[in-house]
């Protein structure tokens, strides 16, 4: 089992800040920003690059979820949403992930 399939059954403790039948959202563990939370399908999805036509309403409940997320961390002046995909894209965990980072002007390019 991954990490974040962990994190959902409830073997890895995280610090839960939003949860529905079919989304989880945690602090990450090394965060990057103020608030940095990510986003999670409960069913495990490697990365964005395995989305097809069966998984339109596991995505959009990510998306309908992430501005509540915001809400509730106190993001009212903007935040960021970016998901890592496979090697290039430097993804560490392979269960598709969003990490929303916020609370702070954030640098407006990569590098
Ligand atoms: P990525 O590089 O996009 O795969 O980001 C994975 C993120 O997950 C990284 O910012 C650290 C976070 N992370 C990894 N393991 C854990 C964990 O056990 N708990 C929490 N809360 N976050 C984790």
């Known amino acids: 089992?991954?990490?974040f399939c962990k994190i959902i059954s409830g073997e890895i403790p995280s610090s839960k800040?939003?949860?529905d039948e079919s989304v989880l959202?945690?602090?990450d563990i090394e965060p990057?920003?103020?608030v940095h939370i990510i986003v999670i399908p409960k069913e495990h999805i490697e990365s964005c690059d395995m989305i097809d036509e069966s998984s339109s309403a596991m995505v959009a409940s990510i998306f309908e979820a992430i501005p509540k997320i915001a809400k509730i961390c106190g993001?009212?002046?903007g935040y960021r949403v970016l998901t890592?995909?496979?090697?290039d894209g430097c993804q560490s965990v392979k269960h598709m992930h969003f990490h929303i980072l916020g609370g702070k002007k954030l640098p407006?390019?990569?590098?």
């Open 1 to 3: 089992m991954c990490i």
């Open 17 to 19: 800040v939003y949860e």
């Open 25 to 27: 959202a945690f602090r």
């Open 32 to 34: 990057q920003a103020p």
């Open 75 to 77: 993001l009212t002046n």
């Open 84 to 87: 890592n995909v496979g090697e």
């Open 108 to 111: 407006d390019r990569l590098s």
